[in-house]
């Protein structure tokens, strides 16, 4: 049980839990919502685009999320070929291929440190920062 509380911490008196609890609850909070958080990045787009040329009145569009591009990105691809550009589609595969399992392990991590009471919170919560 001693090697536990070395990693875990110490675990709070139930009096002074009851007494101070705003104190207690505020980085529980702070924890559940950095990992909601990162778990609802995962649909949400990370970087977007709108490309305008006189040709594309319109303009053209393109939303990168964590895993798949969404847009025009046939046509911009198109356009990018003549530069020399590699196909949007068809960059950072491992990066795509693995994304979502790394949020959801940094979001994991963040919620476990809920449970450790002890300077290793902070090592378990570097990876969302």
């Known amino acids: 049980m001693k090697d536990i509380d070395l990693i875990l911490g110490p675990r709070v008196p139930k009096e002074l839990l009851e007494k101070e609890r ?3 609850i505020k980085p529980t909070i702070f924890f559940i ?7 609802s990045s995962i649909f949400l787009p990370y970087w977007k685009l ?5 040709q594309y009145p319109g303009g053209l569009y393109i939303s990168t999320y964590i ?5 025009d990105v046939n046509e911009i691809d198109e356009l990018n070929h003549y530069i020399g550009m590699r ?12 994304s979502i399992i790394i949020i ?3 979001a994991m991590l963040v919620i476990g440190a809920i449970y450790v009471h002890s300077p290793i919170a ?7 920062i």
């Open 87 to 98: 196909s949007m589609k068809d960059a950072a595969p491992l990066e795509r291929s693995l």
């Open 122 to 128: 902070a090592f378990l919560a570097f990876p969302a």
């Open 50 to 54: 709108t490309l305008y040329a006189p």
């Open 33 to 39: 919502l950095a990992a909601v958080l990162l778990l």
């Open 67 to 71: 895993n798949h591009v969404d847009g």
């Open 22 to 24: 705003k104190r207690f």
């Open 104 to 106: 959801i392990a940094i």
